[in-house]
T-cell receptor, first 113, second 116 residues
Framework: NAGVTQTPKFQVLKTGQSMTLQCAQD?????MYWYRQDPGMGLRLIYY???????DKGEVPNGYNVSRLNKREFSLRLESAAPSQTSVYFC????????????FGPGTRLTVT | AQTVTQSQPEMSVQEAETVTLSCTYDTSESNYYLFWYKQPPSRQMILVIR??????QNATENRFSVNFQKAAKSFSLKISDSQLGDTAMYFCAFMSSNFGNEKLTFGTGTRLTIIP
């Protein structure tokens, strides 16, 4: 099992450009999450999806959109990137209601200039 | 809303010694889960240990153990016989036990360095 995979690993964007971060898991998990990690601030939840077809906002959703394409995939889209979105982005997944452990992907380092 | 506070931004300890990382949290819920995650330089988030709030017994995983004080809302991590591979950022995290609300709230982290 590959666990949680994310693409790309690194990305540089210019202000105003758009891009989609891809996340996939092969553990048959119901729930998936997107976090961002900024220096000195820990990880903060952007969006999450408790099941296929549902998404909900987290703590810092502004400037982002998400799509739960199917049970395996959960993508994060930046429509018009801003320097404030420079961060490391993590995708995670878990089985709803069991163990409560979240499994994380390797992260995407995004720089917006 | 829950908050998680880690008041030690950085710590260092000699190899083979014992170190304790502090974490406090604030919640009005009576049942919940607490976690310690490790993030080495590779950036990968790795679960170290988990504690269910309804369990009085402190969780242990090999060299890692916690001191869970529910009334004080304190959840510290003790690393015994520290090893060079323990060098990493450590994050304390809170999760509600409400079904369908399994979102993690993280602290700001403690950067731990093990000195050879």
């Amino acid at each position: 099992n590959a666990g949680v995979t994310q693409t790309p690993k690194f990305q540089v964007l210019k202000t105003g450009q758009s891009m989609t971060l891809q996340c996939a898991q092969d553990m048959n998990h119901n729930s998936m999450y997107w976090y961002r990690q900024d220096p000195g601030m820990g990880l903060r939840l952007i969006y999450y999806s408790a099941s296929e077809g549902t998404t909900d906002k987290g703590e810092v959703p502004n400037g982002y959109n998400v799509s739960r394409l199917n049970k395996r995939e959960f993508s994060l889209r930046l429509e018009s990137a801003a320097p404030s979105q420079t961060s490391v982005y993590f995708c995670a997944s878990s089985v709803t209601g069991e163990s409560y452990e979240q499994y994380f992907g390797p992260g995407t380092r995004l720089t917006v200039t | 809303a829950q908050t998680v506070t880690q008041s030690q931004p950085e710590m260092s300890v000699q190899e083979a010694e014992t170190v304790t990382l502090s974490c406090t949290y604030d919640t009005s819920e009576s049942n919940y889960y607490l976690f310690w995650y490790k993030q080495p330089p590779s950036r990968q988030m790795i679960l170290v240990i988990r504690q269910e709030a309804y369990k009085q017994q402190n969780a242990t995983e090999n060299r890692f153990s916690v001191n869970f004080q529910k009334a004080a809302k304190s959840f510290s991590l003790k690393i015994s016989d520290s090893q060079l591979g323990d060098t990493a950022m450590y994050f304390c995290a809170f999760m509600s036990s409400n079904f369908g609300n399994e979102k993690l709230t993280f602290g700001t982290g403690t950067r731990l360095t093990i000195i050879p």
